[in-house]
């Protein structure tokens, strides 16, 4: 029982609320497609709803559950995401503990107030943690600004807040570090943010207050006080029957240096999607390597095959200080907005004797 307690409450972590980044490169179009926030994630906008509720699921379901939209009225849009899982991994002595509990529970609006201007509000009801924005765009060269408190847009977005180029373990299983800085812990800083979007490219450039700190992995309260800036680019080009993305991040606060390659390609029912990222001055022991690759089959209507690649060395200078994890799953969507999804996870531990249960996890995701 007290195993299945301590396993419960390092796991009852927020998933990182973020657009995957297979279905934006599935479409060749940048994740704001889907999404009112301009880096993708969270609520949904009308096309994101639609592709929601008409190409992801194996089934429409009812005509209430095809026909929603979100839309209250001509300004206002809410939406949210609610997440399960149970969570299944042997102990020492080869006995299956499982863990059964809520990982997100967030509500969100966003209110339309002129052609240009707009204000986002999500809440998380778990945590108690908050975000909100004021997003001004129809500026030259199809540029925004965003104000309030959000998360800076560095590298790939994925879902899983326990990837290396996230936040990776929780519970630590060996090393110092075990993942990069962005723990799901972290509270959304105040931040300002400009992009521009010209042709296939798009650019932004972000200021943050105090967004590596005590909260983070880690913890680095030495560096409360300093601004975080973030330089992000990205280009979606359109090669014949091939759509890909190549982008590159930068995040630098005191004297932590993150930067980063990510992209995707997308081949008839193919899709890969990775990212590599090197950080200077994260963790103690010298440079940190994290890396992640994911190759999606899209089997059938509603069925998605997966395999996972990640990798994460805490000092690339020596040896045994790596982590390797292999990740196989599927993902069913039966009707619009629900989604099952399940996981077999095999870790190793490169140069250390320790010994890593697979893991198997079962998630039930609805959003509205």
């Known amino acids: 029982m007290q195993t ?49 509720s008409s190409e ?17 009225n001509d300004f206002l849009r809410l939406g949210g995401d609610i997440r399960f899982l149970n969570y299944n991994s042997a102990d020492s002595l080869g006995q299956l ?8 529970a967030d509500i969100a609006g966003y209110w339309q107030v002129n052609e240009n201007v707009g204000v986002f509000a999500e809440q998380d009801l778990l945590r108690g943690q908050n975000e909100a924005w004021l ?29 290396f180029i996230r936040g990776g373990n929780i519970r630590k299983k060996a090393l110092q570090y075990e993942g990069l800085v962005f723990s799901p812990y972290l509270s959304p800083p105040g931040i300002v943010e400009f992009g521009i979007n010209v042709g296939n490219f798009n650019f932004s450039q972000s200021i943050a207050n105090q967004f590596i700190n005590e909260s983070s992995n880690g913890g680095f309260g030495e560096h409360l006080h300093d601004k975080a800036f973030t330089t992000r680019l990205e280009w979606w080009p359109a090669l014949g029957s091939i759509n890909g993305f190549l982008g590159g ?31 200077e001055e994260y963790a103690s022991t010298g440079t940190v390597l994290a890396s992640y690759n994911e190759l999606n ?72």
């Open 135 to 163: 997003l001004w765009t129809g500026l030259p060269l199809d540029g925004y600004v965003k104000a309030g408190k959000d998360l800076p847009g560095y590298g790939l977005n994925v879902d899983d807040h326990t990837s």
């Open 97 to 104: 503990k499982s863990a059964f509990f809520p990982m997100q």
């Open 249 to 279: 991040t930068i995040l630098q606060q005191d004297n932590i240096h993150l930067s980063g390659l990510f992209g995707g390609a997308a081949l008839g029912k193919f899709t890969w999607t990775g990212a590599v990222d090197v950080a």
């Open 4 to 52: 299945l307690k301590i396993t419960s409450l390092l796991l009852i972590m927020p998933v990182l609320l973020l657009a995957l980044p297979r279905f934006a490169v599935q479409e060749g179009t940048t994740c704001n497609l889907c999404h009112v926030d301009p880096n993708g994630g969270s609520l949904r906008n009308d096309y994101g709803i639609t592709v929601s």
């Open 56 to 72: 992801l699921s194996r089934s429409q379901g009812s005509d209430r559950i095809a026909n929603y939209t979100g839309i209250i």
């Open 297 to 368: 089959y899209n089997f059938s209507s509603g069925l998605n095959l997966q395999i996972k690649y990640d990798f994460f060395d805490e000092d690339i200078d020596t040896s045994g200080s790596s982590i390797n994890r292999i990740t196989f799953g599927a993902e069913f969507f039966p009707i619009p907005f629900v989604e099952v999804r399940y996981q077999a996870r095999f870790t190793d531990m490169t140069g250390n004797k320790t010994t890593i249960k697979p893991e198997y996890l079962l998630l039930v995701h609805t959003w509205f």
